[in-house]
């Protein structure tokens, strides 16, 4: 059954047009990222603590509010539109939410709806988030070995990831792998993992580890320098900068012999500010200009004090006026707490 909040949507769509979300830098905001839940059904090492307190159901914006708030910010310019978790397919009834957000890919407002997932849940909804218009979704997978990839989801299984994966590519689905770069811990297995991929005409991203957060392990141990990543990689292959976007963080550069894409993605060792369009809201409605800033905007307020939008749009002004130029990540020595307190699960991934 469609949300209510369609007709909403409707009337919301048909308002004289919004000024789009410009910062103070003059950067555009086109592209939102939106937590559906704190909750997950893994608890990756570079994550989660392995016994989390996630947030009570009543703090969470229902299916009908998230659906208000994201056509808030289509009506305001943005153009691509993510939804991530903690794990977003583990959200009952998230595909209510899909279906009704896909008609504004079906008016043109909007030009991509997709998500992060870690694929545990992909074999079960991937024809209907392709039946929705998701075209393109991003997998977090990290390692192909069974029973590291156990350890470093602490109970995921690899087997149902891949599963995923095959159902999410015959319901054609493009996947892009997101894999985290872990010192000690998948380093060697960074090659394969790209050949794997790359047979497959998927695309690989890898990630620095972020200071996010809590989590019982050691941020130094785990960090390992795409620099040095990039460095080993050239040793093997011929890697060539390229000109691709695909509207997020990641710097690109194809490799001749796997005939293949890869990004990185530099937090730490070389921030990627200068240009970003990006906003983050988690499932309880705060809005965080910058994944590596404090500063945030509550919207849940907004949302509920009134059926009007106008409060909430003078929320949002306010907000991206404050968007920081950049983040100021560091990881610099044992036993320094997370830069952050939160975590990736409760921000958006």
């Known amino acids: 059954m469609a949300?209510?909040?369609?007709?909403?949507?409707?009337?919301?769509?048909?308002?004289?047009?919004?000024?789009?979300?410009?910062?103070?830098f003059g950067r555009a905001v086109s592209y939102l990222r939106v937590s559906v839940t704190d909750r997950c059904d893994f608890r990756c090492v570079y994550c989660m603590a392995e016994h989390m307190t996630f947030l009570?159901?009543?703090?969470?914006?229902?299916?009908?509010?998230?659906?208000?708030?994201?056509?808030?910010?289509?009506?305001?310019?943005?153009?691509?539109?993510?939804?991530?978790?903690?794990?977003?397919?583990?959200?009952r009834d998230v595909m209510t939410l899909f279906r009704s957000l896909s008609r504004h890919l079906d008016s043109g407002a909007l030009e991509e709806l997709t998500l992060t997932t870690n694929g545990s849940q992909l074999a079960r909804f991937a024809s209907e988030l392709a039946e929705c218009g998701v075209k393109r979704i991003n997998v977090s997978l990290d390692t192909l070995d069974p029973a590291k990839f156990r350890a470093l989801t602490r109970w995921g299984d690899l087997g149902k990831v891949l599963a995923g994966i095959d159902a999410a590519q015959a319901a054609g689905i493009k996947v892009k792998l997101n894999a985290v770069a872990l010192r000690g811990d998948n380093e060697d297995e960074i090659p394969g993992l790209i050949e794997w991929a790359h047979g497959r005409g998927m695309d690989v991203s890898l990630i620095e580890v972020m200071p996010l957060g809590e989590t019982g392990a050691e941020r130094l141990d785990q960090y390992l320098p795409l620099s040095t990543v990039r460095a080993r990689l050239e040793q093997r292959w011929s890697l060539s900068d390229i000109d691709y976007r695909t509207g997020g963080p990641a710097r690109y550069v194809s490799i001749a012999e796997t005939g293949g894409r890869l990004g990185f993605i530099t937090p730490l060792t070389h921030n990627f500010c200068e240009g970003c369009n990006r906003v983050r809201v988690t499932c309880t409605g705060t809005l965080y200009m910058c994944l590596g800033q404090e500063d945030a905007a509550d919207l849940r307020a907004p949302l509920r004090a009134s059926e009007s939008d106008e409060a909430l749009h003078a929320v949002l002004d306010d907000a991206i006026f404050r968007k920081p130029k950049g983040h100021d990540f560091v990881i610099d020595r044992p036993g320094r707490p997370p830069a952050l307190r939160r975590h990736m699960s409760v921000t958006g991934g």
């Open 3 to 24: 949300l209510e909040s369609e007709k909403r949507i409707d009337l919301a769509l048909r308002e004289p047009t919004r000024a789009p979300l410009v910062d103070t």
């Open 56 to 91: 009570p159901k009543p703090e969470l914006l229902t299916l009908e509010e998230l659906d208000r708030l994201c056509s808030a910010f289509v009506v305001r310019g943005v153009k691509k539109l993510r939804l991530t978790g903690g794990e977003p397919l583990v959200r």
